[in-house]
């Protein structure tokens, strides 16, 4: 199984902030990794796939990057809509999987 | 626009079986692999099954296989989800999603999910 593992759980940061979160896999997953977001009480959003590609729609302060087994999600400069609980998922193999998860909250 | 509407879900002991339905408006349904995530209260996020356009193509999460069937009516637009033998581990908020065209192992597209539980 490829394991996903994210940094830090919780992500305390005020507006304007830069923010990266980091995802760790078990073993190689190549560039098949997306982010998604997810506010209270919502569906996840897609952000980026092929861990550099901004979805559709998505504002241009995400970005991603990575290879391999390490991956990062950044926000150039944190707005309010973007308090949100974040999840990256590698579709290299299955089981598809998720990380547990980071929350970003207001400092 | 874009939506699917899932319902279906409810309160159901232990060992009963339920049938998830989602409906799919504004795209071309059959073109699309279609898929159920769920996540447990307060959980994160498990990829459960998806199915292909026609329905030849499947895959289910170990934890659910056997016990889940995934199916789609591409004349109704409609995923479905058929839950037997169910567990607590189950009790989830299931949300039914559509790929991102190309990438039949990414979620574009959600629904606004579904909550089951089951608990005696």
């Known amino acids: 199984d490829f394991q996903m593992t994210q940094s830090p759980s919780t992500l305390s940061a005020s507006v304007g902030d830069r923010v990266t979160i980091t995802c760790r896999a078990s073993?190689?997953?190549?560039?098949?990794v997306a982010w998604y977001q997810q506010r209270p009480g919502k569906a996840p959003k897609l952000l980026i796939y092929?861990?550099?590609t901004l979805a559709s729609g998505v504002p241009s302060r995400f970005s991603g990057g990575g290879l391999h087994t390490e991956f990062t999600l950044t926000i150039s400069s944190l707005q309010p809509d973007d308090f949100a609980t974040y999840y990256c998922?590698?579709?290299?193999?299955?089981?598809?999987?998720f990380g547990q998860g980071t929350k970003v909250e207001i400092k | 626009q874009v939506q699917l509407v899932e319902s279906g879900g409810g309160l159901v002991k232990p060992g009963g079986s339920l049938r998830l339905s989602c409906v799919a408006s504004?795209?071309?349904?059959?073109?699309?692999?279609m898929a159920w995530i769920r996540q447990a209260p307060g959980k994160g996020l498990e990829w459960v099954s998806y199915?292909?356009?026609?329905?030849?193509?499947?895959f289910y999460a170990e934890s659910v296989k056997g016990r889940f069937t995934i199916s789609r009516d591409n004349a109704r637009n409609s995923l479905f989800l058929h839950m037997d033998s169910l567990r607590a581990e189950d009790t989830a908020v299931y949300f039914c999603?559509?790929?991102?065209?190309?990438?039949?192992?990414?979620?574009?597209?959600w629904g606004q999910g579904t909550l089951v539980t089951v608990s005696s």
């Open positions: 199915i292909s356009g026609t329905g030849d193509t499947i």
């Open positions: 999603a559509r790929e991102l065209l190309g990438h039949r192992k990414l979620a574009q597209v």
């Open positions: 073993r190689s997953v190549g560039i098949w």
């Open positions: 998922q590698q579709y290299n193999g299955f089981p598809l999987s």
């Open positions: 504004g795209f071309t349904f059959s073109d699309y692999f």
């Open positions: 092929e861990a550099s």
